[in-house]
């Protein structure tokens, strides 16, 4: 039961423009929302966040953008470089329900010099 | 401050056999939780442990199973190994329950191979 989806396996991009990394989640009790970034070899790390009473937060190159009633999240890297190369997790929580945390299945991003 | 330590980080068993997988947090974190990670899976969530009680427990076999100690380091077993348990195992700690705001912060994993 993928609670998280993420339909795009893989992305590229050129360095320099934008990257935008979709998420889909089913499960109208999640209200935060995360994405880690993992490279080979190496655990996940978090990137950014957002909570559901905003639409959008920011962090230097990269945006996450949060649409409820689509139940729809997108991250937004700009401008993309070759060291974002990695592969790119969204996962959602239900903070006010005793639910773990899903991810979804991963979109590897290679940004091309 | 020493992050997410796992052990071993490579590891071959043959079908049948047991595994004993260990994950030492954070210092001061409470919550401990797995993932498996394959390709075109994701991160699967496996259980998740806070203050030495699993609080969740993700749908996987009862061969898959866990626990936590008092200080709060946490071990995954898995019993009966089968072919397609090989996956990268990794180990989350955080300072709450999962389901709290805080971020995950992620070990480098186990990557487990079953011959």
């Known amino acids: 039961d993928q609670q998280v989806k993420q339909n795009s396996p893989s992305l590229s991009v050129q360095e320099g423009r934008i990257s935008i990394l979709n998420c889909d989640y089913t499960n109208s009790m999640f209200d935060y929302f995360l994405w880690y970034k993992k490279y080979p070899a190496e655990g996940p790390t978090f990137l950014i966040s957002i909570s559901s009473i905003k639409d959008k937060n920011e962090d230097g190159r990269f945006t996450v953008f949060l649409n409820k009633s689509a139940k729809h999240l997108s991250l937004h890297i700009v401008p993309s470089q070759p060291g974002d190369s990695a592969v790119y997790f969204c996962?959602?929580?239900?903070?006010?329900?005793?639910?773990?945390?899903?991810f979804g299945a991963g979109t590897r991003l290679t940004v091309k010099p | 401050k020493a992050g997410v330590t796992q052990t071993p980080r490579y590891l071959i068993k043959t079908r049948g056999q047991q595994v004993t997988l260990s994950c030492s947090p954070i210092s001061g974190h409470r919550s401990v939780s797995w993932y498996q990670q394959t390709p075109g899976q994701g991160l699967q969530f496996l259980f998740e442990?806070?203050?030495?009680?699993?609080?969740n427990k993700g749908n996987f076999p009862g061969r898959f199973s866990g626990r936590q100690f008092s200080n709060s380091r946490s071990e995954m077993n898995v019993s009966t190994l089968e072919l397609g348990d090989s996956a990268l195992y990794l180990c989350?700690?955080?300072?709450?329950?999962?389901?709290?705001?805080?971020?995950?912060?992620f070990g480098e994993g186990s990557r487990l191979t079953v011959l």
């Open positions: 996962a959602a929580s239900a903070t006010n329900n005793n639910n773990d945390m899903r």
């Open positions: 442990y806070f203050s030495e009680t699993q609080r």
């Open positions: 989350a700690s955080s300072l709450g329950p999962l389901a709290g705001t805080g971020e995950l912060f």
